[in-house]
């Protein structure tokens, strides 16, 4: 793998910056096929030996507008660090988690695309991408950590307060279509058809005596909130 040789000087930091922005603009615009050193030569006013002395080759410098890419689309990424993020309720974290995601996703749809392309026959693209998906992964399960309640989905493990949850499949089911949900409400005929099935009968008391038994195991204080003749949602 070809390791970047940082500029030294602030002329030569200030052209690789040019050159690693248009890079990634080129990338939005036309993809990798986009991405040819005559192209980036015309739009950062560089020339081809000062970008190779950075990059080394081609390789390196795909790798190099990848990784200026992922430090431009993280930073609407989850941080858990942030301080905002605490006190935070479990309906305020679930939802602000969410919004964080697909806000990351869709405003950089159009770079993203690409990468994920040429990650199916790129091996270090893949290595890097999936390192970041499962850094994005543990910043959101860390955020709804510090909210109170913790459901990885993967290892059907469910805790609150650093307590694991005895859980049967559907109060883990349940609880799933709720947190999914963001705090809107869900009716027990949607839980029933997607924490059971769409044939469940419509007049069993299921949902009900899941939501006591899950209510009982999540404690105090009272996560789950009723609407009457409306539903069920995560509240504060």
Known sequence: ?????????????????RVLDAGVELLAEGGYEAL??????????????????????????????????????????????????????????????????????????????????????????FRRGSQASREEARAFRTVLEGAGIV???????????????????KEFAVLEVLLRAEAQLVSAEDLLEQA????????????RMAMVSLRRKLGQPPVIETVPRKGYRIGD
């Open 1 to 17: 793998m070809t390791e970047i040789s940082a500029p030294r000087q602030a002329r030569s930091r200030a052209t690789w910056a």
């Open 36 to 125: 040819t050193i005559g192209a980036l030569c015309e739009r950062a006013s560089a020339t081809p030996p000062s970008i190779y002395a950075r990059a080394g080759n081609k390789d390196g410098l795909l790798l190099a507008v990848y990784e200026h890419a992922m430090a431009q689309i993280t930073r609407t990424a989850i941080h858990p660090d942030d301080g905002t993020w605490d006190g935070l309720s479990v309906q305020a974290a679930v939802t602000r988690a969410v919004e964080a995601l697909c806000r990351t996703w869709l405003d950089n749809a159009a770079v993203m695309r690409p990468i994920v392309h040429r990650a199916a026959h790129d091996p270090e693209i």
């Open 151 to 169: 459901l990885d989905i993967a290892r059907h493990h469910a805790a609150r307060d650093g307590r694991t949850l005895d859980l049967t499949p």
């Open 196 to 207: 059971w099935d769409e044939h469940a009968d419509p007049f069993t008391n299921a949902v």
